[in-house]
T-cell receptor, first 115, second 114 residues
């Protein structure tokens, strides 16, 4: 058990809809990372928050947004969903600001299916 | 641009046989290198990491990896594979000052024959 909790585990929704994925980091971790995993693209970094502030942005679409709350949990909002957004979305947390500086602890992911 | 290549999409080995999973990276500076494992239905778990120093690093579950700068490689090895090692393995690279995120390879799926 990594200590990172993601909810829900599965989400099925229709095109054009909006969903929110939630992540509770491991106790004591200040950084939260969001990754998208698909068969064709592999594991793609979306965005990182550190102690409530956005720190790094990767290949995140404008239709997607995220935030980290004062209690350090994070939410990833996906809107105007398209079929191609179907993927496994992982949250990871770490103690440090930089991913290379301390291990990333991954949640079990949220599987999003857009129909 | 940084990149990580895992040339083998799928590898099958017999239980008890040795294993080597390949990883090549493209990077300008000294990389920080990682191997993660993902079991079915689970998130990724760190196996080992290389930051500096001894180029042969030991990890959990009996895995080791060797950093070879001249070959831009960081191959993962295990002398004797167990059925429970069946999973997907990801190599990743990070860089100081790159805003901190890791670049992952596309993974190698390991199957273990009894």
């Amino acid at each position: 058990d990594s200590g990172v909790t993601q909810t829900p585990k599965h989400l099925i929704t229709a095109t054009g809809q909006r969903v929110t994925l939630r992540c509770s980091p491991r106790s004591g971790d200040l950084s939260v990372y969001w990754y998208q995993q698909s068969l064709d693209q592999g594991l793609q970094f979306l965005i990182q928050y550190y102690n409530g502030e956005e720190r790094a942005k990767g290949n995140i679409l404008e239709r997607f947004s995220a935030q980290q709350f004062p209690d350090l949990h994070s939410e990833l909002n996906l809107s105007s969903l398209e079929l191609g957004d179907s993927a496994l979305y992982f949250c990871a947390s770490s103690v440090a600001k930089e991913a290379y500086n301390s291990p990333l602890h991954f949640g079990n992911g949220t599987r999003l299916t857009v129909t | 641009a940084q990149s990580v290549t895992q040339p083998d999409i799928h590898i099958t080995v017999s239980e008890g046989a040795s294993l080597e999973l390949r990883c090549n990276y493209s990077y300008g500076a000294t990389p920080y290198l990682f191997w993660y494992v993902q079991s079915p239905g689970q998130g990724l778990q760190l196996l080992l990491k290389y930051f500096s120093g001894d180029t042969l690093v030991q990890g959990i579950k009996g895995f080791e990896a060797e950093f070879k700068r001249s070959q831009s490689s960081f191959n993962l090895r295990k002398p004797s594979v167990h059925w429970s090692d069946a999973a997907e393995y990801f190599c990743a690279v990070g860089e100081r000052g790159s805003q901190g995120n890791l670049i992952f390879g596309k993974g190698t799926k390991l199957s273990v024959k009894p």
